[in-house]
């Protein structure tokens, strides 16, 4: 006989109620990155270029750097149109892409991260075939050659303007996707030679290793692109690069490396890039073994954009005398030099004099084998 006492009678539970659906949102594929200031003559274009997508699974995060003119308000009125686009504000202006883009970053929620200057545009395609190459290839950056330029070089783009295609990448253009060589010896040796030119634009990138690295823009006055890309090449484990050009470049005389029209603002943020910029990349390196014991290396990056930028400096010694220029280049290495600016001051000067003497020997080298032949 069963013992009834011995039984624990449990009443029967009602059952909860069903919890209300939580409504997540859908995290999107891609998240554009568009710096924005004062570009009201081409933001709309530019913005429309990325709402035509054929991949429409994107953000377009637009970082306005404090406009005074209508680009804000244009952007605007078209998010009310299109909710996948999204504003900030940042409350100074900046002075360069640096910030806004470091913002874009922070805020992304995509799995990929694409950046678009605010007076370019894509092609339909753009985003499609970066993130199908991404997919396919696994690829924590997938790497372009080219982009389209306008052929007249003016920058009003219609539908009848013809594009030629434009690149300062160095070396032979690949014909298909392929994995880059995960050899950092190698890589820095292209990136020296201009066969990873660091233009952020035409290049889509894997959100989380970005974060995981912590690579950001830093705040330089022009050229922060270029040493944001070394970084990268220096941490991504996996690079495709593909053949495919999907970026219009538009050639813009108030961005800001052509705005600088005085010499002043000129030598100024190309020495404050040579200066910073490399202080910059010798503080990265100096977190890899790779560098620290092979010094040889270490010294390409730095002599690329010391070289590079110091090209560019040579149109002041075409158009003033030397005691000119000695004014204006002791003034700017002042701010770094301290009591050696004089010493620093002459080889600046002295630099570009035999630079100036070896084109000047070489023209006249090729003078004379022409009236020898």
């Given at each position: 006989?069963?013992?009834?006492?011995?039984?624990?009678?449990?009443?029967?539970?009602?059952?909860?109620?069903?919890?209300?659906?939580?409504?997540?949102?859908?995290?999107?594929a891609v998240s554009v990155i568009l710096p924005m200031y004062n570009a009201q003559r081409y933001i709309e274009t530019c913005v429309r270029s990325v709402l035509k997508q054929t991949f429409g699974d994107f953000e377009l995060i637009c970082?306005?750097?404090?406009?005074?003119?209508?680009?804000?308000?244009?952007?605007?009125?078209?998010?009310?149109?299109?909710?996948?686009?999204?504003?900030?504000?940042?409350?100074?202006?900046?002075?360069?892409?640096?910030?806004?883009?470091?913002?874009?970053?922070?805020?992304?929620?995509?799995?990929?991260?694409?950046?678009?200057?605010?007076?370019?545009?894509?092609?339909?395609?753009?985003?499609?075939?970066?993130?199908?190459?991404?997919?396919?290839?696994?690829?924590?950056?997938?790497?372009?050659?080219?982009?389209?330029?306008?052929?007249?070089?003016?920058?009003?783009?219609?539908?009848?303007?013809?594009?030629?295609?434009?690149?300062?990448?160095?070396?032979?253009?690949?014909?298909?996707?392929?994995?880059?060589?995960?050899?950092?010896?190698?890589?820095?040796?292209?990136?020296?030679?201009?066969?990873?030119?660091?233009?952020?634009?035409?290049?889509?990138?894997?959100?989380?290793?970005?974060?995981?690295?912590?690579?950001?823009?830093?705040?330089?006055?022009?050229?922060?692109?270029?040493?944001?890309?070394?970084?990268?090449?220096?941490?991504?484990?996996?690079?495709?690069?593909?053949?495919?050009?999907?970026?219009?470049?538009?050639?813009?005389?108030?961005?800001?490396?052509?705005?600088?029209?005085?010499?002043?603002?000129?030598?100024?943020?190309?020495?404050?890039?040579?200066?910073?910029?490399?202080?910059?990349?010798?503080?990265?390196?100096?977190?890899?073994?790779?560098?620290?014991?092979?010094?040889?290396?270490?010294?390409?990056?730095?002599?690329?954009?010391?070289?590079?930028?110091?090209?560019?400096?040579?149109?002041?010694?075409?158009?003033?005398?030397?005691?000119?220029?000695?004014?204006?280049?002791?003034?700017?290495?002042?701010?770094?030099?301290?009591?050696?600016?004089?010493?620093?001051?002459?080889?600046?000067?002295?630099?570009?004099?035999?630079?100036?003497?070896?084109?000047?020997?070489?023209?006249?080298?090729?003078?004379?084998?022409?009236?020898?032949?």
């Amino acid at each position: 006989m069963t013992n009834l006492k011995n039984k624990v009678h449990k009443k029967p539970t009602a059952k909860a109620p069903a919890a209300a659906p939580v409504n997540i949102p859908r995290l999107p594929a891609v998240s554009v990155i568009l710096p924005m200031y004062n570009a009201q003559r081409y933001i709309e274009t530019c913005v429309r270029s990325v709402l035509k997508q054929t991949f429409g699974d994107f953000e377009l995060i637009c970082i306005d750097d404090c406009s005074t003119d209508e680009t804000l308000k244009i952007v605007a009125a078209l998010a009310q149109q299109d909710k996948r686009i999204r504003i900030v504000r940042l409350a100074k202006n900046s002075g360069g892409a640096s910030e806004p883009r470091n913002m874009g970053i922070r805020l992304s929620r995509g799995k990929y991260i694409a950046f678009l200057d605010a007076d370019d545009m894509y092609t339909p395609t753009a985003l499609a075939e970066l993130v199908v190459a991404a997919e396919n290839w696994r690829a924590d950056v997938v790497h372009t050659e080219q982009v389209l330029f306008p052929e007249n070089q003016t920058i009003d783009v219609t539908p009848e303007t013809k594009f030629t295609t434009f690149s300062k990448e160095k070396g032979g253009f690949c014909k298909e996707a392929f994995l880059e060589t995960d050899n950092l010896a190698e890589r820095v040796q292209m990136f020296y030679k201009g066969r990873f030119f660091g233009w952020v634009h035409n290049k889509l990138y894997r959100r989380d290793f970005l974060m995981e690295r912590n690579i950001r823009f830093d705040k330089l006055l022009t050229s922060e692109d270029i040493i944001f890309y070394f970084q990268v090449l220096c941490t991504a484990p996996r690079i495709v690069r593909v053949p495919n050009v999907f970026y219009i470049y538009r050639h813009n005389p108030n961005s800001i490396t052509r705005k600088m029209v005085s010499i002043e603002e000129s030598l100024h943020a190309l020495t404050h890039l040579m200066i910073e910029g490399s202080k910059i990349l010798d503080d990265f390196m100096n977190g890899f073994e790779f560098f620290v014991k092979n010094p040889n290396y270490r010294q390409l990056p730095i002599d690329y954009i010391i070289q590079q930028h110091l090209i560019w400096t040579q149109r002041f010694y075409e158009k003033y005398t030397p005691a000119q220029l000695d004014a204006v280049v002791r003034k700017e290495l002042k701010k770094y030099c301290g009591d050696f600016t004089p010493f620093f001051a002459y080889i600046y000067g002295a630099i570009h004099s035999y630079r100036k003497r070896l084109v000047d020997f070489d023209k006249e080298l090729k003078e004379l084998r022409a009236k020898i032949q």
